[in-house]
């Protein structure tokens, strides 16, 4: 695999970020790397790729003898915090002579994943002091995040869930679906249930059916969705089976997460293509990553590639602040200026909302770069995306035409 990596610059420590390279935005096979004897109908059965996931040390360090110490200690206390699982197929993306490669920093342990700092947390979205019942949170009025499962394809080294997901740190999470579904349909405000995990995809056709059929038939539940990395670390599991399976529950949106735009091989298209044609709507979450997409050649690729795919960018995500993961975090600052470079440079739908996930249970706060430069009662001024800068005249408002919240008013600026 080609290396778009610039050579490490004698005056920094830092790896460098990834340098556009002109196949950034094509669509390649992950291949078959290490398993080009496994028989094809053995490598497109998601069931076969899950049972060869890798999991220990040995494994990886027999297929990727370029680990690193920092890998190699990072791995050997993961099953402590956070299980180490990457599915051959994915595996196959990441380029063994890249150390900073953006698929391995993903899902390969660093031991910096042990340093805390003080601020970080296990829970930094405070769910669960948002759980009426064990497995949903119920932090926003019309809307519950439904955890179905602790299980993921493979497991992401910033999960914002690690206290639960992998049950490697002692949290044994036990969703009770009887006392989930009990509390949405004593809920008729509950018009909107998410689910998520852990990874809802890996449940049986049939398991996920029957969950999915029991929410539909609560009268006020309007919207359903389902969360998940699978497309991403496991296309193989997005069968037309399972597809004709979630077609019967609409309206039903997926939400994928992918980060970098080598995520979306050709593997990852064509199943995204099969819950696209089903009547899927689907978005893309992103979390901001050091040295992963913190780019603004890399960010644009990916969500350029994700419009090819049928799939609008919806949300990018400020990483939280979970505890060991000061190394994947990029700044704020960062952010705005990658939003600066997609809004107005790119297709509006190719543009996610960049948010932060208030630490402590404040839900989504969307993060904008600055556009209005100054507003009073009767003209905005305006910045466009080339930094040229307008005045939008509103004349003479006598009263406000809608009463705004009573704890928040914007001061006006003069
Ligand atoms: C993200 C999230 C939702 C969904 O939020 P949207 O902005 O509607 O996508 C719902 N509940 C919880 C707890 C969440 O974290």
Known sequence: MHSNREPLSATSDEPPSCRPSPSLKEFHSA????????????WNDWHWQLKHRLTTLEQL?????????EEIAGTQLANHKLALAITPFFFNLIDPAEEHC?????????????HTASWEMSDPC???SHSPVPGLVHRYPDRVLFLVTDRCAAYCRYCTRSRLVSNASGYDFHPDFERQISYIRQRPEVRDVLLSGGDPLLFSDEKLEHLLARLRAIPHVEFLRIGTRIPIFLPQRITPALCAMLKKFHPLFVSIHSNHPRELTTEVRDALSRLADAGIPLG?????????????????ALVQKLLMCRVKPYYLYQCDLIAGSSHLRASVRDGLG????????????????YVIDAPGGGGKVPVNPESVLSRNR???????YEGKVFEYIEGANPAPTFKRSENFDMPELV
């Open 378 to 384: 009767d003209r905005v001024v305006l910045r466009n």
């Open 126 to 128: 405070g769910e669960d």
């Open 338 to 353: 990658l939003l600066d470079a997609l809004r107005g440079h790119t297709t509006g739908y190719a543009v996610p909302q």
């Open 61 to 69: 360090q027999h297929l990727m003898p370029t680990l690193t110490p």
């Open 102 to 114: 953006p698929i391995r920093r993903q899902v390969i342990p660093r031991i910096e994943e042990t």
């Open 31 to 42: 291949g078959r790397g290490f398993w080009r004897d496994v028989p094809d109908a053995d």
């Open 284 to 300: 893309n979450q992103s979390v901001l990553l050091k040295h992963v997409n913190d780019n603004a050649e890399v960010m644009q």
